[in-house]
């Protein structure tokens, strides 16, 4: 069975940062891409970053993460990770990721296997 899996979130000061983990089973991580998005309350989700899957290993973010989050695999550890530094107040939300073939635009509906999220509040 496919499963990706979040966890890492939490409650942390403004400024703060946290790392969050995808943890990936039941297929060959290094065959896709793997993105990270979240959905505030009363808002729709949104693309934060996505890594390309090892033959290029490009990354992508939303600029309103860029040079704050860094995103890293580990592919034999099938796990995805998400650096956040410099968390902000309107970072707070619940994350997810989720695979797809290529790691090009954020709205693709192919991304699928979406984890169940992890909740990270930022509170200022």
């Known amino acids: 069975e496919v499963k990706l899996v979040e966890s890492g979130g939490g409650l942390v000061q403004a400024g703060g940062s946290l790392r969050l983990t995808c943890a990936a089973s039941?297929?060959?991580?290094?065959?896709?891409?793997i993105g990270w998005f979240r959905q505030a309350p009363g808002k729709e989700r949104e693309g934060v970053s996505c890594i390309s899957s090892r033959s290029d290993d490009g990354a992508k973010y939303a600029s309103s993460v860029k040079g704050r989050f860094t995103i890293s695999r580990d592919n034999a550890k099938n796990t995805v990770y998400l650096q956040m530094n410099s968390l902000k107040p309107e970072d707070t939300a619940i994350y997810y990721c989720?695979?797809?073939?290529?790691?090009?635009?954020?709205?693709?509906?192919?991304?699928?296997?979406w984890g169940p999220g992890t909740q990270v509040t930022v509170s200022s």
């Open positions: 989720a695979r797809d073939i290529w790691c090009s635009r954020f709205d693709r509906p192919t991304w699928e296997n």
């Open positions: 039941g297929f060959t991580l290094d065959d896709y891409a």
